[in-house]
C-alpha cells in the first residue's frame, strides 16, 4: 500500500490525537487551549487560525469519533463512521503544494475550523485503509495495561504494540521471569 507524505502525516496526527484522550491514571493530554495549539504546531497542521475553547471542545469531540474507528468491529462498520466524519466536515478536496512539499490533496476546506480540518484530513487517511482493505492496521496496543491507537505499517501486518521497546519488551521481560521462575521453583 503506498502511502504518501501527507498521507502519513495525517495518519500520525490522528493516532497522536486518539492518543491524548484520558484514560484510566493517564491524564487528559489536552486539557487547554495551549496544549492544542501545541499540539498543531508539533503536527503542522496548516491553515489553522486563532484558536479557542470551542476548537478545543470540538477536537475532543472528533477525537472521541476517531477512537471509534479504531475500535470498529470490521470494515463496514469503520467505513460507516468514517463517512459520518467525512461528510460532517464538509470535505473540499482541492490540490495544494506549500511548504516545500510537492502536489498534495487537502480535503477540508479554506477556512475551516481545527475539527473539520482534522476530521477531512485524518478521516480520509483512514478511509485509504478501508478501501484497500487494510483497515485491520488500525490497531489498539494488546499490552494489558495499554491500549494506545497505532497504524501497523509492518510488511506482514504483525505489530501487536504501539511501541515494542515499551510495551513489547515489557510484556517479553514479564513473560521471560515467570517462564524463569516456573522452571526454577
Known sequence: ???THDTRCALDTVV????TAPEDETPEALPDVAALEEFVRGHNVSDIGTLSEFDLAAVR???GRFASIFAAPDARAAAGLINELVAAAGTTPRLTDHDGYDWHVHYFAPGASLSDHLAADC????AFFVVAGEEERLRRCEAPDCRRAFVDLSRNRSRRYCDSRTCGNRLHVAAYRARRKEATG
Not at 478521516?123 to 483512514?126: F, K, R, T
Open 16 to 19: 497522536d490525537l486518539v492518543n
Open 123 to 126: 478521516g480520509m487517511a483512514l
Open 61 to 63: 469531540k472528533i477525537r
Open 1 to 3: 500500500m503506498l502511502i
